[in-house]
């Protein structure tokens, strides 16, 4: 049997076995592309206008989210652009819940409140990371089956191969003109050349988020230092506060405005308890994430607290840090701006369809394979009468 045959064999078998769920994750991928952009379309109560006033300090938007959802702990609050409505994110993971609050940043009003785990998007991601089923079912098998993908990414690409040069050129592009039969053949093979430079970055960049061995493994190679797992630092009981918790956040936030003046989006995080630190991430950028400044302050000295993860200050993060940074960023297409996202978007919809035509090959080959028995058949068993 030669390389190709036993290229093959495997690529097929991989495929029918990895087919569905890979259908799933690359469906909810491309879906999942622009849930920024259409969200902002579709949810006007995002939105504010801009006025000339400062915006209220995080302790007043504490006062107003708490009184809205009684009971229920803020986790943050986000604010972004003059003309942008302040976010608030109440989460906690055991009891679960998850609710998004926006109000306008200058007067106070609440504009809305939603529970995100019924959000369509959310659920929509739910099924890219997990396939809807508990994590520790889910992202095992996801994972797994992104390696799968991998591997028949590699194995297409063999098969892909053209013989001579004659059957270059054809590889390049789609017979239009053909039977139906053909044309889904130059579907499946193609499109799925031209996707696989692509999706293949897409797929490692996903395994970086639930394979901690791979992201390590990436980070160490890359030269890095530190780790990558995200901890809060502690602030320092044994310290008297010098002020009241809500005065001090105020003021690191009023502090953080001046130091980071070009940062579209400041969220402030709330501590959870006395022994917690204060939070205030400033990003630059508001379509990705990977030039935020993540900083942490003593809630009683208010002093900042250096970290040894990769979430500290952009200033102090070397390439190999930048790089993992970036992963979400790579993975979904916003590090090539609108572009880059639209590229993904395309890659994952031609990645979604490679289950269906390479199915169809498959079947519509068993089928010309039983009828050619039959016809086999029919005269060996009449000559035998």
Same mark, same amino acid.
């Given at each position: 049997?030669?390389?190709?045959?036993?290229? @093959?064999?495997?690529? *097929? %078998? +991989?495929?029918?076995?990895? #087919?569905?769920? !890979?259908? $799933?994750?690359?469906?909810?991928?491309?879906?999942?592309?622009?849930?920024?952009?259409?969200?902002?379309?579709?949810?006007?109560?995002?939105?504010?206008?801009?006025?000339?006033?400062?915006?209220?300090?995080?302790?007043?938007?504490?006062?107003?989210?708490?009184?809205?959802?009684?009971?229920?702990?803020?986790?943050?609050?986000?604010?972004?652009?003059?003309?942008?409505?302040?976010?608030?994110?109440?989460?906690?993971?055991?009891?679960?819940?998850?609710?998004?609050?926006?109000?306008?940043?200058?007067?106070?009003?609440?504009?809305?409140?939603?529970?995100?785990?019924?959000?369509?998007?959310?659920?929509?991601?739910? @099924?890219?990371?997990? *396939? %809807? +089923?508990?994590?520790?079912? #889910?992202?095992? !098998?996801? $994972?797994?089956?992104?390696?799968?993908?991998?591997?028949?990414?590699?194995?297409?690409?063999?098969?892909?191969?053209?013989?001579?040069?004659?059957?270059?050129?054809?590889?390049?592009?789609?017979?239009?003109?053909?039977?139906?039969?053909?044309?889904?053949?130059?579907?499946?093979?193609?499109?799925?050349?031209?996707?696989?430079?692509?999706?293949?970055?897409?797929?490692?960049?996903?395994?970086?988020?639930?394979?901690?061995?791979?992201?390590?493994?990436?980070?160490?190679?890359?030269?890095?230092?530190?780790?990558?797992?995200?901890?809060?630092?502690?602030?320092?009981?044994?310290?008297?506060?010098?002020?009241?918790?809500?005065?001090?956040?105020?003021? +690191?936030?009023?502090?953080?405005?001046?130091?980071?003046?070009?940062?579209?989006?400041?969220?402030?995080?709330?501590?959870?308890?006395?022994?917690?630190?204060?939070?205030?991430?400033?990003?630059?950028?508001?379509?990705?994430?990977?030039?935020?400044?993540?900083?942490?302050?003593?809630?009683?000295?208010?002093?900042?607290?250096?970290?040894?993860?990769?979430?500290?200050?952009?200033?102090?993060?070397?390439?190999?840090?930048?790089?993992?940074?970036?992963?979400?960023?790579?993975?979904?297409?916003?590090?090539?701006?609108?572009?880059?996202?639209?590229?993904?978007?395309?890659?994952?919809?031609?990645?979604?369809?490679?289950?269906?035509?390479?199915?169809?090959?498959?079947?519509?080959?068993?089928?010309?394979?039983?009828?050619?028995?039959?016809?086999?058949?029919?005269?060996?068993?009449?000559?035998?009468?």
């Amino acid at each position: 049997m030669t390389v190709k045959k036993i290229t @093959g064999k495997v690529h *097929l %078998w +991989l495929g029918l076995t990895s #087919g569905i769920v !890979v259908f $799933i994750i690359a469906v909810t991928g491309c879906l999942y592309a622009f849930e920024a952009e259409i969200s902002n379309l579709t949810q006007p109560y995002r939105f504010v206008e801009a006025q000339q006033a400062p915006y209220l300090p995080p302790s007043q938007v504490l006062q107003i989210a708490e009184k809205t959802l009684p009971g229920k702990h803020p986790h943050s609050v986000q604010y972004g652009q003059p003309t942008d409505a302040a976010r608030v994110i109440f989460y906690h993971a055991h009891p679960e819940y998850y609710y998004a609050l926006w109000l306008n940043p200058y007067t106070g009003e609440v504009l809305k409140v939603r529970d995100m785990n019924k959000d369509f998007f959310r659920i929509v991601l739910m @099924g890219h990371y997990y *396939l %809807w +089923l508990p994590p520790a079912i #889910g992202q095992p !098998v996801v $994972i797994v089956s992104t390696i799968v993908f991998v591997v028949m990414m590699i194995t297409g690409l063999i098969l892909w191969w053209p013989r001579n040069k004659a059957a270059r050129k054809q590889r390049f592009s789609i017979k239009w003109n053909a039977a139906w039969r053909r044309k889904n053949y130059d579907l499946h093979n193609v499109l799925g050349f031209y996707m696989t430079w692509v999706v293949i970055f897409m797929a490692i960049t996903g395994l970086v988020f639930g394979w901690r061995w791979l992201a390590n493994g990436i980070y160490k190679v890359a030269g890095g230092e530190k780790t990558l797992q995200y901890t809060e630092p502690l602030s320092d009981s044994t310290k008297t506060a010098q002020m009241p918790l809500l005065t001090a956040i105020d003021k +690191l936030y009023g502090q953080m405005k001046i130091e980071h003046s070009d940062a579209e989006t400041i969220e402030v995080h709330f501590p959870d308890n006395k022994n917690a630190s204060i939070e205030i991430a400033a990003n630059t950028d508001a379509d990705t994430y990977w030039r935020t400044d993540y900083r942490f302050f003593d809630q009683n000295t208010l002093q900042e607290i250096p970290v040894q993860h990769i979430y500290g200050r952009l200033k102090d993060a070397k390439a190999a840090d930048k790089l993992l940074r970036m992963n979400y960023d790579i993975h979904i297409g916003a590090i090539g701006g609108f572009p880059g996202k639209l590229l993904a978007f395309f890659a994952s919809l031609i990645a979604a369809s490679l289950p269906v035509t390479g199915f169809m090959i498959w079947w519509g080959r068993k089928k010309k394979k039983a009828v050619t028995a039959r016809k086999v058949a029919v005269p060996v068993a009449a000559s035998l009468s």
